[in-house]
């Protein structure tokens, strides 16, 4: 299936909510304009938006954690990226929904978004995850802050590749921090037995781990996929594995995926200017494959999806 | 009824080069204008300078390349380009489908290799001229030695004039210098046909946890809002010490974000002005600062011509 950029574009967008879920992390779904129909229902899992939230104000100073209180303060210029958790496009409106976490002056800002309100976005933009219909096992790996890009390719691939087995590992410094798959913790009664309901509602078998070993397995993704891996061999020919996290992470599973020869994508973040290929700030270390030495291509359009040996992990 | 914004002519003169309008892209921050496409009609600009060209392919810096800063940002691309063998072969092309005139940036590490780049451009007949990039601070023997330097700036004037056969020669300076107007004399009295101001100031933006610039590079260039009104400054010292005097056109530019950004800098002294960092918020905006010049001119009952070096 094509994976390729699409035709992009400036869209303004309402805000049909936006949902705190857990204290640092909140869902914002945007209806976008008509004429965003187009490009958006050609879009695909792991491409993204930039928005721009310069005009808006920050929230009542009580409201803001003491750990942002200094850099709330400052202006914003450039755009923010942000992965789709979900996009719902037909003939009559486009909705697009982005799963956040507060960690500085825009974010902060995105929380005030109310209903109605109205932001500007460019996108669809990168080239996102290569879906193959004839794979017979996907495993997701998200560690932290990665799972946005992987909730919507769990939907993309329940609806799109019915006779893929999916599994699920996911991964997160603590409890909280599983917020944005909507995780049962009140209901918990066996540590290691975690419903997350993004992946629970595709019927897709999930394994978690904490670093603290607050919910699920004690230790990293990496760990529990590894062992999984060992356990189960699948065979490489009819597997892929689709990650999105911290680099260290990814750097672990492109590592795993060559151990146990499975293809394997990742979703890599840099610092962005633009977003659009115009200022090659984003820059990703990738193998010349023709003169065997080394290039840069950039995250925002060459990626953010990357095949994971093409990437030089440093 | 009376004139209309689509009557209102905008058209100015850089040396030889007639463009429709002074809406000039910056260098380094439209890509080599494909990626525009979706969002623009890279026809409706005045014109279009290409990132830094260089004699070899470049890799650039290691990241982060750049860090956003109050009303600005720091870049350190390092002249990431493909070089000008590739640039010809592959670019030349696909930028001559665009009416748009298209000016070629170059840079280099020593005079020779920014002679034999410009010879090269030369031979190119789509180009309607080359800048000279002797501004650039991010590289640790090229750039700032050169555009700090007048006496280097005359030779390297001298050296690339001789071989730029019928395209302009504009000279983009660096603000980081004492007195910019020496600079500027310095490319005109060489043979330069227009001057672009300003290039980013050399600055560091410090991580306090960990005690280390933030970029790779360690500094690099801001850009942005938080420059223009010292970009407008300098365009119009310039404009009254050099270019006015010289007959010489100014391309000014330095966190233009407006319309009426632009026409600071066109009362400053400015012919044509360069949209860089604001375009990475707005690849459209462009188009809509033209407008608004149109707007103001039709308002004030003035032509752009009459408003170039206006300010009294
Ligand atoms: C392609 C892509 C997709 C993304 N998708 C999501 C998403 O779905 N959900 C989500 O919550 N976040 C996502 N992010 C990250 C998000 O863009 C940043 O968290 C956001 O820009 C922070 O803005 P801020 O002003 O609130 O905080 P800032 O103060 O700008 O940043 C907070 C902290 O994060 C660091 N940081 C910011 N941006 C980056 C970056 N691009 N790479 C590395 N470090 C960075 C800063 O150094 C700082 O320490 C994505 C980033 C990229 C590049
Ligand atoms: C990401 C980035 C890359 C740039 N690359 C170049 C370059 O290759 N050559 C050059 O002469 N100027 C380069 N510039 C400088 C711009 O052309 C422009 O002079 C400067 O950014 C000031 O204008 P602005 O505030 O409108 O961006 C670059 C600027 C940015 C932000
Ligand atoms: S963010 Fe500008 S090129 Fe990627």
């Keep these: ?314 | 009824m009376g004139i209309k914004n689509k009557d209102i002519d905008l058209s100015v003169s850089l040396g030889s080069v007639k463009l429709k309008n002074p809406l000039i892209t910056a260098s380094g921050t439209c890509g080599y204008a494909d990626e525009l496409d979706d969002f623009m009609d890279i026809n409706l600009l005045g014109g279009f300078i290409t990132k830094s060209i260089t004699l070899k392919p470049r890799l650039g810096n290691d990241v982060p390349r750049i860090v956003e800063t109050d009303s600005g940002m720091l870049n350190a691309i390092g002249l990431a380009n493909i070089g000008v063998e590739k640039f010809i072969q592959e670019k030349i092309l696909m930028m001559a489908r665009y009416k748009t005139p298209f000016f070629v940036n170059i840079a280099g590490q020593t005079i020779d290799e920014y002679v034999a780049v410009a010879e090269k451009l030369s031979q190119c007949p789509r180009i309607a001229g080359l800048e000279l990039n002797i501004s650039c601070p991010n590289v640790k023997q090229g750039g700032i030695t050169f555009g700090t330097d007048p006496a280097l700036v005359r030779q390297i004037t001298t050296e690339v004039k001789k071989v730029v056969r019928d395209k302009i020669l504009i000279v983009k300076l660096t603000p980081n210098v004492t007195d910019i107007s020496v600079i500027a004399r310095a490319a005109v009295d060489c043979g330069a046909d227009a001057l672009s101001l300003i290039n980013t100031f050399t600055a560091m933006v410090i991580d306090i946890e960990t005690k280390r610039p933030v970029l790779a590079n360690r500094t690099g260039g801001l850009s942005g809002p938080a420059i223009k009104p010292i970009a407008v400054y300098l365009v119009n010292k310039v404009f009254n010490e050099v270019g006015k005097p010289a007959g010489v056109p100014i391309i000014g530019g330095g966190g233009i974000r407006t319309a009426s950004d632009a026409i600071e800098f066109i009362i400053a002294g400015a012919t044509a002005v360069t949209i860089g960092t604001a375009g990475f918020i707005y690849p459209d905006c462009a188009v809509k600062i033209m407008e608004g010049i149109k707007t103001y001119c039709l308002k004030h009952k003035i032509s752009l011509a009459e408003l170039i070096g206006s300010l009294k």
């Design chain 1, 1 to 314: 299936m094509s994976n390729s950029p699409t035709k992009k574009g400036i869209f303004n967008a309402s805000v049909l909510q936006n949902r705190g879920l857990g204290d640092k992390f909140s869902r914002l779904s945007l209806e976008l304009e008509k004429k965003a129909h187009i490009p958006f229902s050609n879009a695909s899992a792991g491409q993204f938006i930039q928005i721009d939230v310069s005009n808006l104000a920050l929230p009542d100073e009580k409201l803001i954690p003491g750990e942002l209180s200094d850099s709330a303060r400052r202006n914003i210029l450039l755009r923010r990226p942000f992965s789709f958790a979900d996009i719902d496009s037909s003939k009559n409106s486009t909705i697009v929904e982005i799963l956040y976490c507060v960690l500085g002056p825009a974010t902060l800002r995105m929380k005030t978004l109310r209903t109605t309100d109205i932001v500007n976005l460019i996108g669809p933009l990168g080239t996102g995850f290569t879906i193959s219909e004839d794979k017979k096992l996907a495993i997701l790996a998200a560690g932290g802050m990665g799972a946005p890009p992987l909730i919507h390719l769990a939907k993309v691939l329940k609806n799109r590749c019915p006779n893929t087995e999916i599994i699920a590992f996911v991964g997160a410094k603590t409890k909280i921090d599983l917020s944005f798959f909507d995780i049962k913790t009140d209901k918990l009664k066996i540590k290691s037995d975690v419903i997350l309901g993004e992946f629970a509602k595709h019927n897709i078998k999930t394994v978690v781990s904490t670093d603290d070993g607050s919910v699920g397995f004690k230790g990293f993704v990496t760990e529990t996929l590894a062992d999984w891996l060992r356990k189960n061999k699948p065979d490489g020919k009819n597997a892929i594995i689709y990650t999105c996290g911290p680099e260290a992470m990814l750097s672990a599973t492109a590592a795993l995926s060559s151990e146990f020869k499975i293809p394997c994508q990742v979703s890599l973040e840099r610092r962005m200017a633009c977003g659009t290929g115009l200022c090659q700030s984003c820059a990703v270390k990738c193998r010349d494959k023709t003169s065997g030495g080394t290039l840069y291509k950039l995250c925002c359009k060459d990626g953010p999806v990357f095949w994971s040996d093409e990437v030089v992990w440093e």
